[in-house]
């Protein structure tokens, strides 16, 4: 070979050589200039957190969506929200060890090479040998703080799903509610007392006994007969002390609340069907309270639960009892807002039916206040479930504080569908408990739940003789 041969290979060589090495500190630039989206520290947290918590669980991403959505939202799928509190605690002892997945999580597979490269250059200009020391030590470091601190976050976000709440045992439930109630009635029944222990009454006396009923809401027609008995006792000297006094005024009261009324709450399942109960009522009289209060209670006495949201007037009401539904581990029927609450009654009570559930209680839409309107929508709502079921009870749910008012909607109630019972709420919040005589003189029908607070567990069976006792103080 010639000199000129050897010279013309060793030019070769040598422009290969400068390509490798200009192709190398260029390849490192690329790197370099992509390095620049890294050093958000954030977005490189986030995209750990993503993969980190993708790991253990394949429902992450929904599970995720759903804590930064709202509460409400992630209510409707409580069974996939469990399932990410795992995934979260485990995250942060998996990552160290893997440090190479927090990289091809980012943006491109490219970045993952320049990540690591990206350390190599400050060392030093080798090739191989330097490049995959650097990573090592950095890239884990950074990684490692990055799901730390993300863990807490996600965490208490599946916490809110939360499991099912204890409830309180129903028995002895009104004694414990029974201060509550006589705080704010026992007025009237002191001023009875007051009255009646006096000795011989005079006609002033009287009617301070007749407007103190009547401001208690008692009514004039159970008033009348109140005031009849206890002229006649009076007459007939049987009151001779103040013991006297309250033993009469006691029975008098409870007679006049018909104690002889059957106020069992008819819940329960028939052979081939569960027992159904619907819930009536104006809206904001706390109807979806009460329907989950009685939820609760049925639960607790080992009933399943089927609730059926037919209340579709307003969103919130649904979500409202699908919250009440997840924290007593009812089941829960829904449909669009807007939708026809006759369709969601047939439906909750033929899933009950399927699902072999042993009570299904339909809250239903109360928002119609003229009568033909709530005979169309209160009359299909029944007519649809009795298709499918004997409807057991028909509760209407009345706010104890709008007094006559509730009366009024007691009456146009009655004459659309057959009330079996009546839940008076918000006792806790009147002095004029009254209203308990006058509804039922005026439905015939027992008030056979009150409700006495915003509580979960203050729901209390209506016994007339606790109530007096409460009413006397
Ligand atoms: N103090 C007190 N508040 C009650 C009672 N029952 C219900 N409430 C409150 O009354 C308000 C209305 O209750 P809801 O259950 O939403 O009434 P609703 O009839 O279903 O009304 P919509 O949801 O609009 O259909 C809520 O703030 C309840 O917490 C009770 O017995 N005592």
């Given at each position: 070979?010639?000199?000129?041969?050897?010279?013309?290979?060793?030019?070769?060589?040598?422009?290969?050589?400068?390509?490798?090495?200009?192709?190398?500190?260029?390849?490192?630039?690329?790197?370099?200039?992509?390095?620049?989206?890294?050093?958000?520290?954030?977005?490189?947290?986030?995209?750990?957190?993503?993969?980190?918590?993708?790991?253990?669980?394949?429902?992450?991403?929904?599970?995720?969506?759903?804590?930064?959505?709202?509460?409400?939202?992630?209510?409707?799928?409580?069974?996939?929200?469990?399932?990410?509190?795992?995934?979260?605690?485990?995250?942060?002892?998996?990552?160290?060890p893997a440090p190479v997945e927090p990289a091809p999580a980012a943006p491109t597979p490219v970045e993952p090479a320049p990540a690591p490269t990206e350390e190599a250059p400050v060392e030093e200009a080798p090739e191989v040998a330097p490049a995959p020391v650097a990573p090592a030590a950095p890239a884990p470091v950074e990684p490692a703080p990055a799901p730390v601190e993300e863990a807490p976050a996600p965490a208490p976000a599946p916490a809110v799903p939360a499991p099912v709440e204890e409830i309180a045992p129903t028995a002895g439930r009104l004694d414990r509610l029974r201060g509550r109630l006589s705080r704010s009635q026992s007025a009237v029944g002191k001023s009875l007392l007051g009255l009646l222990g006096g000795g011989d009454l005079d006609e002033d006396s009287w009617e301070e006994i007749e407007?103190?009923?009547?401001?208690?809401?008692?009514?004039?027609?159970?008033?009348?007969?109140?005031?009849?008995?206890?002229?006649?006792?009076?007459?007939?000297?049987?009151?001779?002390?103040?013991?006297?006094?309250?033993?009469?005024?006691?029975?008098?009261?409870?007679?006049?609340?018909?104690?002889?009324?059957?106020?069992?709450?008819?819940?329960?399942?028939?052979?081939?069907?569960?027992?159904?109960?619907?819930?009536?009522?104006?809206?904001?009289?706390?109807?979806?309270?009460?329907?989950?209060?009685?939820?609760?209670?049925?639960?607790?006495?080992?009933?399943?639960?089927?609730?059926?949201?037919?209340?579709?007037?307003?969103?919130?009401?649904?979500?409202?009892?699908?919250?009440?539904?997840?924290?007593?581990?009812?089941?829960?029927?829904?449909?669009?807002?807007?939708?026809?609450?006759?369709?969601?009654?047939?439906?909750?009570?033929?899933?009950?039916?399927?699902?072999?559930?042993?009570?299904?209680?339909?809250?239903?839409?109360?928002?119609?206040?003229?009568?033909?309107?709530?005979?169309?929508?209160?009359?299909?709502?029944?007519?649809?479930?009795?298709?499918?079921?004997?409807?057991?009870?028909?509760?209407?749910?009345?706010?104890?504080?709008?007094?006559?008012?509730?009366?009024?909607?007691?009456?146009?109630?009655?004459?659309?569908?057959?009330?079996?019972?009546?839940?008076?709420?918000?006792?806790?919040?009147?002095?004029?408990?009254?209203?308990?005589?006058?509804?039922?003189?005026?439905?015939?029908?027992?008030?056979?739940?009150?409700?006495?607070?915003?509580?979960?567990?203050?729901?209390?069976?209506?016994?007339?003789?606790?109530?007096?006792?409460?009413?006397?103080?």
């Amino acid at each position: 070979m010639t000199t000129g041969a050897w010279i013309a290979i060793a030019a070769v060589v040598a422009v290969l050589l400068v390509a490798l090495v200009v192709g190398w500190a260029l390849y490192r630039r690329r790197r370099v200039s992509l390095q620049p989206t890294q050093p958000a520290p954030g977005q490189l947290e986030e995209t750990k957190d993503r993969s980190g918590g993708y790991k253990p669980d394949s429902g992450i991403s929904f599970s995720q969506g759903a804590t930064a959505t709202a509460p409400p939202v992630s209510r409707p799928t409580p069974p996939q929200a469990p399932p990410v509190t795992p995934p979260v605690e485990e995250p942060v002892t998996e990552v160290p060890p893997a440090p190479v997945e927090p990289a091809p999580a980012a943006p491109t597979p490219v970045e993952p090479a320049p990540a690591p490269t990206e350390e190599a250059p400050v060392e030093e200009a080798p090739e191989v040998a330097p490049a995959p020391v650097a990573p090592a030590a950095p890239a884990p470091v950074e990684p490692a703080p990055a799901p730390v601190e993300e863990a807490p976050a996600p965490a208490p976000a599946p916490a809110v799903p939360a499991p099912v709440e204890e409830i309180a045992p129903t028995a002895g439930r009104l004694d414990r509610l029974r201060g509550r109630l006589s705080r704010s009635q026992s007025a009237v029944g002191k001023s009875l007392l007051g009255l009646l222990g006096g000795g011989d009454l005079d006609e002033d006396s009287w009617e301070e006994i007749e407007d103190t009923l009547l401001i208690a809401d008692l009514g004039s027609a159970t008033t009348e007969q109140i005031m009849t008995r206890l002229r006649s006792e009076l007459a007939a000297g049987s009151v001779k002390s103040e013991a006297d006094a309250r033993a009469l005024l006691r029975t008098v009261l409870i007679e006049a609340l018909h104690p002889e009324f059957d106020r069992s709450i008819k819940a329960l399942p028939h052979d081939s069907t569960p027992g159904v109960l619907l819930v009536v009522g104006v809206n904001g009289t706390g109807k979806t309270t009460s329907t989950g209060k009685l939820a609760r209670v049925l639960v607790a006495d080992g009933r399943r639960v089927l609730l059926g949201a037919a209340d579709t007037f307003r969103a919130a009401a649904a979500d409202q009892l699908q919250t009440w539904a997840e924290r007593v581990g009812a089941e829960v029927v829904r449909g669009p807002e807007g939708g026809d609450p006759a369709a969601i009654a047939f439906d909750s009570v033929t899933k009950g039916i399927e699902t072999g559930v042993d009570v299904v209680i339909v809250d239903t839409a109360g928002r119609l206040h003229t009568k033909t309107g709530l005979m169309d929508e209160l009359g299909k709502v029944k007519r649809v479930v009795e298709k499918r079921a004997v409807v057991d009870e028909v509760l209407l749910v009345l706010d104890a504080t709008v007094g006559q008012n509730g009366l009024m909607q007691a009456r146009v109630f009655a004459e659309v569908v057959d009330i079996t019972g009546v839940v008076l709420t918000k006792l806790d919040g009147t002095a004029k408990g009254g209203i308990v005589f006058q509804v039922q003189h005026e439905l015939g029908v027992p008030v056979k739940l009150v409700g006495l607070g915003e509580g979960a567990d203050d729901l209390a069976p209506f016994e007339p003789g606790a109530f007096v006792d409460a009413l006397l103080g």
